[in-house]
């Protein structure tokens, strides 16, 4: 079983930067994705990046390309989310996800094994 611990959210305004960590208790399988996901009220669970440890695939959603960038470090077993320009619309309860080995969709939510509590982020304009 891993567990994972989100944390940086926070409330800051529209032009804003926040980086989110994710904290893993244990590695999963070398090929692993970690992916970022984000919630808001009324809305289903949206893909917001992905990233494959082994060769260091990267994948984001339009909304954040050239934003957002998603990163890892093994060593800490602990992902990334540095989240730059931010806009009101990027508010959202934020969560992390890891793979138990190698998916197919890492955009897709049920591909994931493990969820973090989600950490809020509040972008105001």
């Known amino acids: 079983q891993v567990q994972l611990v989100e944390s940086g959210g926070g409330l800051v305004q529209a032009g804003d930067s926040l980086r989110l960590s994710c904290a893993a208790s244990?590695?999963?399988?070398?090929?692993?994705?970690m992916g970022w996901f984000r919630q808001a009220p009324g809305q289903e669970r949206e893909f917001v990046a992905a990233i494959r440890r082994v060769g260091v695939y990267t994948f984001y959603a339009d909304s954040v390309k050239g934003r957002f960038t998603i990163s890892t470090d093994y060593v800490r077993n602990t992902a990334y989310l540095q989240m730059n320009s931010l806009k009101p619309e990027d508010t959202a309860v934020y969560y992390c996800?890891?793979?138990?080995?190698?998916?197919?969709?890492?955009?897709?939510?049920?591909?994931?094994?493990?969820w973090g509590q989600g950490t809020q982020v509040t972008v105001s304009s």
């Open positions: 244990a590695r999963t399988a070398t090929s692993y994705y």
């Open positions: 996800a890891v793979s138990n080995g190698r998916i197919t969709y890492p955009n897709l939510w049920s591909s994931y094994d493990y």
